[in-house]
Every structure is written in structure tokens, then in C-alpha cells.
């Protein structure tokens, strides 16, 4: 009579490890899902509204188109994009193991972060609008001024997962956190993109 497979395998053959759950990343992409929708949502008031205020024949910038300067938005732009190199460097790098580019590259990234807060303020203090005086500056600030709050949690999500990196919580097999940050932070900056391209640039 033959013998069970399992009497079969032999004494000293370990047990392959059980598949570990990614629940830090399925979270993070139900978070991202849901953050894209409410700006989705935020969007199409937004050109809704532009839409049938020009159609009335008026002016759908507060002062004229000039009040918002498109070379440090564009400059926004192009840093947002170095930073989705340099985050997915560091997704790169822990994979292979790489600890001191891991480290580099993590730390580039809330660089460009903060240089991106860094021009928002800036862009903000150039339009000078008063929420209060029009639909208009009320909506472009809620946009942009969500948009920046989403930045901000991007870059305390890259902080936490660079401080649990230098602690040694992730190596080549089990990285899913700085993944999961990367994944947030390319959801940032395609709502920038649109931000860019619906309301810098159109105007």
C-alpha cells in the first residue's frame, strides 16, 4: 500500500511560509480609489460651472486669466514628475535590497515634496483671491487647496515608511509599505496633472 504524500516529505523540509495578507496596499489602493473619486466629484462641478458661466457670456477668472502665473505651475508640474522616478526608485531599491538607495531616493522624494508645498504657497500668494468673492476662487481653492493636503499626507506616508525602512522592517521579500506609498503618491500626483491641465493651463 502505498504511503500518504505527507509521510513522504521529509523530516528536515521546512514548511513554505504562508502568503502574508497585503493589506497595507489593498488599503491604500481603496484610499487612493476613494480620494480620485472625491476630486473626480470636485472636477466636474468645477467645469460644470466654468462651462455655463462662459456660455452667459462672462468672465470666468476672478481679474482675468493673468492672475495665475503657468511657469511655477508648470515648475509644480515637473517636480511632481521627478518625484514619481524617485519613488519608485526606492520601490526599486528595497526590492534588491539596495539599503543606502532606498534611503536616497525616499529622502529625494519628500524633497521634491516640499519644494512642490514650497511654490503652491507661493502660487497661492500670486492669485491673492478672497474665498469669499467668487464660486470661482471658492472652487480652485477647494481643488488646490485639497490637492495640498493630499501632498502633505503623501509625504507623512513616505516619512513613516523611510523611519520603518531605517528601522529594518523591509528587505527584498516584504517592502509592501513603501510600495503602498508609492502607490499614494502616484495618486497625488495624477490629481496635480489634472489640476494642471484643467485649471492652470485651460483657465
Do not use: C
Request: cysteine-free; aromatic content about 10%.
Amino acid at each position: 500500500m502505498t504511503a500518504p504524500v505527507l509521510d513522504r516529505i521529509p523530516p528536515d523540509v521546512a514548511a513554505p511560509a504562508p502568503t502574508r495578507p497585503r493589506v497595507v496596499m489593498i488599503g491604500t489602493a481603496l484610499v487612493s480609489a476613494a480620494v480620485l473619486a472625491l476630486f473626480a466629484g470636485m472636477f466636474a462641478i468645477y467645469f460644470n460651472q466654468r462651462s455655463a458661466t462662459i456660455a452667459g457670456g462672462e468672465e470666468w477668472i476672478p481679474g482675468g486669466a493673468g492672475t495665475i502665473p503657468l511657469t511655477p505651475a508648470s515648475v509644480m508640474f515637473v517636480t511632481l514628475g521627478m518625484s514619481m522616478i524617485t519613488v519608485q526608485w526606492s520601490v526599486y531599491a528595497i526590492g534588491n535590497d539596495d539599503r543606502r538607495n532606498t534611503y536616497i531616493s525616499l529622502g529625494l522624494t519628500l524633497v521634491f515634496g516640499a519644494a512642490f508645498l514650497n511654490q503652491a504657497a507661493f502660487m497661492f500668494s500670486e492669485m491673492g483671491w478672497v474665498i469669499a468673492d467668487s464660486i470661482q476662487a471658492v472652487l480652485i481653492y477647494a481643488i488646490t487647496g485639497g490637492h495640498v493636503v493630499m501632498m502633505v499626507v503623501a509625504m507623512a506616508f513616505v516619512t513613516l515608511m523611510g523611519v520603518r525602512a531605517l528601522g529594518g522592517q523591509f528587505n527584498a521579500r516584504d517592502h509592501e509599505g513603501i510600495s503602498a506609498a508609492a502607490l499614494f503618491w502616484h495618486a497625488s500626483v495624477v490629481v496635480y496633472a489634472v489640476i494642471w491641465a484643467g485649471i492652470y493651463q485651460v483657465k
